[in-house]
């Protein structure tokens, strides 16, 4: 059983646009779920936890949707600099469980 | 500011051969784990530990050894390599559920 489904892309979109990405979870009773950043060949770095109430930092919005078990990044006025592959990230039962990731490529 | 340290950073190893992989934090975290990340998977969880002394395994543990003897260190013993291990490891550390960090990564390829 998977825990976590991403879309994998890729997503390819122009300077400036505004892009969304959603991941859906399974388990319910899930504690935490986070967003994380990575660029090829390179480690995961958390670019920002989701709450309950959604949050935003920056060009960058996430929101959880318990009632649907889902969770969604939304990146406005998209850099080049935002390339990289987007991983949800599920936290429950002390374990961290991640989807297989969202490519995204930001063309100029 | 060195965070965790994996080593070596690229490895070959011929199928049958033993290697360990090194981690390290410098941030007195409780929890650190071992994952590999092959194509399509995403990050798969090989053991974990949750302290000193204390290891478990997680979702494919098959292959693989671990100890924690202090704090600070981690290693993954790879006992007999297969090519089905070729894969890239991720060392991590946190504290009990907040942020993972992460480690650059060792690209091993069994031949």
């Known amino acids: 059983r998977k825990e976590v489904e991403q879309d994998p892309g890729p997503f390819n979109v122009p300077e400036g646009a505004t892009v969304a990405f959603n991941c859906t979870y399974s388990?319910?009773?899930?504690?935490?779920f986070f967003w994380y950043r990575q660029d090829c060949r390179k480690e995961p770095k958390l670019l920002m936890s989701?709450?309950?109430s959604g949050n935003e930092d920056g060009r960058f919005t996430a929101q959880l949707n318990r009632a649907s078990q889902y969770i969604s990044l939304l990146i406005r006025d998209s850099k080049l600099s935002d390339s990289a592959t987007y991983l949800c990230?599920?936290?429950?039962?002390?374990?961290?469980?991640f989807g297989t990731g969202t490519s995204l490529t930001v063309i100029p | 500011n060195a965070g965790v340290t994996q080593t070596p950073k690229f490895q070959v190893l011929k199928t049958g051969q033993s290697m360990t992989l090194q981690c390290a934090q410098d941030m007195n975290h409780e929890y650190m784990s071992w994952y590999r990340q092959d194509p399509g998977m995403g990050l798969r969880l090989i053991h974990y530990?949750?302290?000193?002394?204390?290891?478990d395994q997680g979702e494919v543990p098959n292959g693989y050894n671990v100890s924690r003897s202090t704090t600070e260190d981690f290693p993954l013993r790879l006992l007999s390599a297969a090519p089905s291990q070729t894969s890239v490891y991720f060392c991590?550390?946190?504290?009990?559920?907040?942020?993972?960090?992460f480690g650059q990564g060792t690209r091993l390829t069994v031949v």
């Open positions: 990230v599920e936290f429950t039962g002390n374990q961290f469980y």
């Open positions: 530990s949750v302290g000193a002394g204390i290891t």
């Open positions: 388990n319910s009773a899930s504690q935490s």
């Open positions: 989701v709450y309950s």
């Open positions: 991590a550390s946190r504290t009990v559920a907040a942020e993972a960090f």
